[in-house]
């Protein structure tokens, strides 16, 4: 188990400029969620995956936001004409779901910390 | 839509002291998590509550799920300067598939 790993740590990029942040979950998980958190916040869902579906997008997110997880390992989570706004920590989760009623314990990652200026 | 909030937002105690922070939401809840989150890091699972009532014990840390399943509280024991942090509780949202949403959390200081 080497965990989840998301890359980049750190990116800075201009407004209206194109992002991309990469996700590897846990080998053997079959869901995936990608939360966004600011200073002093708890984790804001976005979105999540079971396998290489997408179940659910939060109605907060924007067109500018997608996400894939093609192959049902690794996710990308693309942000398009950012804006200061979209400045946040980005945490990536995934998790093994066995089809029981209850959600599964969440492994995160370290995040990508998007700065937009 | 269901909101999660925790109480209270911050809090210092000497180290040796005792905290709680209390967790509520605005619907019942099936199951309830605790994460905690150490300055600079990621969220770090704690424990699963699922049964109304439910008390669950981690060395200093006692978890306890409310009856009615609408709110948790989390107790630390004697406080060391480890258990820095912010603590979340979390639970999923109300129907529909497992999108687990975060409550406000706690951030607790411990002065040595």
């Known amino acids: 188990d080497t965990g989840v790993s998301q890359d980049p740590r750190h990116k800075i990029t201009k407004r209206g400029q194109n992002v991309t942040f990469r996700c590897d979950p846990i080998?053997?998980?079959?869901?995936l969620y990608w939360y966004r958190q600011t200073l002093g916040q708890g984790p804001e869902f976005l979105t999540y995956f079971q396998n290489e579906a997408q179940l659910e997008k939060s109605r907060l997110l924007s067109d500018r936001f997608s996400a894939e997880r093609p192959k049902g390992s690794f996710s990308t989570l693309e942000i398009q004409r950012t804006e200061q706004g979209d400045s946040a920590m980005y945490l990536c989760?995934?998790?093994?779901?066995?089809?029981?009623?209850?959600?599964?314990?969440?492994?995160f990652g370290n995040g990508t910390r998007l700065t937009v200026t | 839509g269901q909101q999660v909030m925790q109480i209270p937002q911050y809090q210092h105690v000497q180290e040796g002291e005792d905290f709680t922070t209390y967790c509520n939401s605005s619907?019942?809840?099936?199951?309830i998590q605790w994460y905690k989150q150490r300055p600079g890091g990621h969220p770090v699972f704690l424990i699963q509550l699922v049964k109304s009532g439910e008390v669950k014990k981690q060395k200093r840390l006692t978890f306890q799920f409310g009856e009615a399943k609408k709110n948790s509280s989390l107790h630390i024991t004697a406080t060391q300067t480890t258990d820095v942090g912010t603590y979340f509780c979390?639970?999923?949202?109300?129907?529909?598939?497992?999108?687990?949403?975060f409550g406000t959390g706690t951030k607790l200081q411990v002065i040595p």
């Open positions: 989760a995934s998790s093994s779901w066995t089809g029981g009623r209850y959600n599964s314990p969440l492994h």
């Open positions: 619907t019942t809840l099936s199951n």
């Open positions: 080998s053997e998980h079959n869901r």
């Open positions: 979390a639970g999923p949202r109300s129907g529909g598939y497992q999108k687990v949403t």
